[in-house]
């Protein structure tokens, strides 16, 4: 057994044997030995089978121009978005692990962790399995769960939801936790489906979202540009508050004015260095500010403050 | 039925078989059931005949559970787990066929160890 819907329809099987055993006379012994019989076969089965390691499957699916219903896709369309949709995966999953920059090779690009494994059907698209071989009990505790690329493709998701529907600060909550570039290529992506005409859906973990039309992909690509996302280096006077290690928070009283709030990137190894060695002493920090539409700026420390006493 | 050989790449382990049959005249399923469960039980047919046995009786009025139980076992080999359409056949029990059957694959049998 080796995936997740034969694993689901043996449980529902093994569920309606027990139903029609409820239900079967209890002198028709001949019908209820064979019924017994089926479900000792396929308990047997069950107990050999360990749920969590089966890989998760997303289905992504597309409507338009290089569709025709749900007999097939332009091929030529498929290959670039199953790439643009691959590239927009590695690049959130880099950026969760800290290791993207702004230009240049995306990391891993040869890693095979996405497979097509079967057609979509409904419209017509791709069956994309995403590869459990990564799923360690540790980054399992990161990701609520996923290994860093369902952890990808579920934010990638959020991402398609949130620049749609999402308020700005909802929307920058979001950004904050991807890499820009990571969200240039969730827009790219966006983009190539846009650019032939067509519209997209996606299925993952229990969710599913679809734009219903082009008005809608191009809102998501719009709050997704550079002119909406807007992201500066700020250099901020004043002093350490507090940090929280556990979720990665500081807080930072800028000289005169309030407190600000913000994350503490994976560049800071130790996050409680900030209350050991710089609460409360006069600093500068240099900070990422991020501004999603007319949203709160958001702010991201990834290296140490300079102390200026 | 479906092409394993093709589709897995390895021979098949057993056949599945449902036999839908009528009780003998004045038994009921529970005098009959002692005659009939070597071939109505599928860990040992399997063992013997690498057949997986089940059976369902006929001739009596049919309530809502046969039709539960019958499209249940239809169910089962009319889909792989996966989804994929599979087929069956039907072949009636008859003495003379099951003859013809023997004689036929006595001779494939003997073909096979000549050569």
């Keep these: 057994m080796n995936s997740r819907e034969s694993y689901l329809n043996l449980a529902s099987e093994i569920e309606m044997v027990n139903e029609l055993l409820n239900k079967v006379p209890e002198n028709h012994v001949i019908e209820r030995n064979s019924l017994q019989a089926r479900l000792s076969n396929l308990n047997m089965h069950f107990e050999n089978v360990h749920f969590q390691n089966f890989p998760r499957k997303a289905k992504l699916t597309f409507r338009g121009s290089p569709v025709l219903a749900s007999h097939g896709i332009s091929t030529d369309f498929a290959g670039m978005v199953a790439q643009r949709f691959t590239d927009a995966v590695k690049a959130i999953v880099a950026g969760l692990e800290g290791n993207l920059n702004y230009m240049g090779r995306l990391p891993g690009k040869e890693c095979r962790d996405l497979l097509i494994t079967g057609i979509a059907r409904g419209s017509f698209g791709f069956e994309i399995e995403v590869s459990n071989d990564d799923h360690n009990e540790s980054s399992s505790d990161l990701f609520d769960g996923l290994n860093e690329t369902e952890f990808a493709i ?156 | 039925m479906e092409e394993i050989e093709v589709n897995e790449d390895r021979p098949p382990n057993d056949i599945d078989v449902v036999t839908f049959f009528e009780l003998p005249q004045s038994e009921t399923q529970e005098t009959f059931d002692p005659k009939f469960s070597r071939l109505n039980d599928p860990v040992s047919t399997k063992k013997e005949f690498y057949v997986d046995a089940y059976s369902h009786v006929l001739g009596e009025p049919t309530k809502q559970y046969d039709v539960e139980v019958i499209s249940y076992w239809y169910s089962m080999w009319a889909h792989c787990r996966n989804g994929v359409w599979k087929g069956f056949l039907q072949i009636d029990l008859n003495c003379e066929e099951d003859r013809r059957a023997r004689k036929c694959l006595s001779a494939i049998i003997s073909e096979r160890r000549q050569s």
């Design chain 1, 154 to 309: 579920d934010k990638m998701q959020s991402l398609f939801e949130k620049s749609l529907a999402g308020d700005d600060d909802t929307l920058a909550e979001l950004v904050d936790e991807i890499h820009p570039r990571a969200i240039k290529k969730t827009k790219e992506f966006l983009e190539s489906v846009s650019e032939r005409g067509a519209t997209c859906a996606m299925e993952f973990n229990n969710r599913s979202f679809r734009f219903k039309n082009d008005d809608e992909l191009k809102i998501s690509i719009d709050r997704l540009s550079d002119n909406n996302i807007r992201e500066d280096h700020r250099q901020l006077d004043g002093e350490i508050f507090g940090a929280l290690p556990k979720s990665r928070t500081f807080e930072f009283k800028i000289t005169g004015q309030d407190i600000i709030k913000g994350k503490i990137g994976l560049s800071i190894e130790d996050p409680d260095i900030l209350n050991r060695e710089y609460l409360h002493r006069v600093s500068t920090i240099t900070v990422v500010e991020t501004k999603v539409g007319q949203g709160r700026p958001r702010y991201v420390l990834n290296a140490l403050p300079e102390i200026k006493e």
